[in-house]
């Protein structure tokens, strides 16, 4: 099993930056493809950024390119999301996920839209 838990986020002027940080746990082989998806008020759940640790490899979604970095502690343990120049479309509840998969392939946004894995709480970003 593995276990995410959310936190750092917060209320921010646009321009400004937060970081998220999540504290996984857990079997490790389920939780080598980690991954930040948001939900924006009455809208769905969209990723935002992944990464395959093993590889170094990272992906992002297009509208936060250039302004989110996603990285991971050398223990992979902790999962952050570093998010500059916010923008108001970015409030949303932040989730951090989890996922076991055979290459880095299968962590890219072609895979994003599955259910599959394991899921943090949340923490709310509120941009104004």
């Known amino acids: 099993d593995v276990q995410l838990v959310e936190s750092g986020g917060g209320s921010v002027q646009a321009g400004g930056s937060l970081r998220l940080s999540c504290a996984a746990s857990?079997?490790?082989?389920?939780?080598?493809?980690m991954l930040w998806f948001r939900r924006a008020p009455g809208g769905k759940r969209v990723g935002v950024a992944s990464i395959y640790p093993s590889r170094g490899t990272t992906f992002y979604d297009d509208s936060v390119k250039g302004r989110f970095t996603i990285s991971q502690d050398n223990a992979q343990n902790t999962l952050y999301l570093q998010m500059d120049n916010l923008k108001p479309e970015g409030t949303a509840v932040y989730y951090c996920s989890a996922r076991g998969v055979p290459s880095d392939s299968l962590c890219s946004p072609d895979h994003w839209g599955s259910d599959v894995g394991y899921w943090g709480p949340g923490t709310q970003v509120t941009v104004s």
């Open positions: 857990g079997y490790i082989r389920a939780r080598n493809c």
